[in-house]
């Protein structure tokens, strides 16, 4: 927990807003599911044996605590990252799933969702747009449970940066591989 804060006091030096925003958002993001689902603490936990790519440059890693992964782009503030939550003692619908980081942004709209194979499971592809403190945002996510994990991959940043760096979140996706 402490390793969150010093993140979250990291950023609040930084001097940029939207990336400030945008940081947060993925944080969120990050957090959420286990708690809109209402899974205590302790119930679930990070998955093991995931295998992925990492994002290229401009991407470089932001360190978390959770044992999840998260990376920003230099070049737009775009985030990507990924959330597992394995063992928990809820079973939360893909829709659930995707609705949770999409909690976090005002004047949601889903632009598209879809349900897709993915991993050998049944996978939601949805990308939204709304407000994160009156900045647009736009999203990408994929979330699919396999093997009692719940996954959430996301992508998002500023509107209009959004289209420049989506080709990194769909090369993460065709690299992650859930044991």
């Keep these: 927990m402490l390793g969150i804060f010093r993140f979250l006091a990291d950023v609040l030096h ?37 295998v992925y790519s990492e994002p290229p440059a401009p991407f470089s890693e932001i360190k978390l605590s ?20 394995c063992h928990g003692r809820t079973d ?39 407000e994160m403190d009156g900045v647009p945002v736009k999203t990408l996510l994929l979330v699919f449970k396999k093997n009692n994990c719940n996954y959430t991959l996301s992508y998002g940043g500023l509107s209009k940066n959004f289209d420049t760096e989506k080709k990194y979140f769909e090369k993460f996706t065709e690299s992650f591989k859930a044991p």
């Design 92 to 130: 939360p619908t893909l829709e659930q799933l995707a609705s949770e980081p999409l909690a976090a942004l005002e004047k949601l709209k889903i632009l598209s969702s879809r349900q897709t194979p993915y991993n050998g499971r049944e996978a939601q592809i949805t990308e939204a747009q709304g």
């Design 66 to 85: 959770s044992g999840d992964k998260a990376w920003l782009s230099s070049a737009t503030g775009n985030t990507l990252s990924f959330l597992s939550d």
């Design 14 to 50: 930084m001097k940029n807003h939207f990336l400030i925003c945008l940081i947060l958002w993925a944080f969120l993001a990050m957090t959420s599911s286990c708690v809109s689902v209402k899974l205590p603490t302790a119930a679930g936990t990070p998955a093991e044996d995931v």
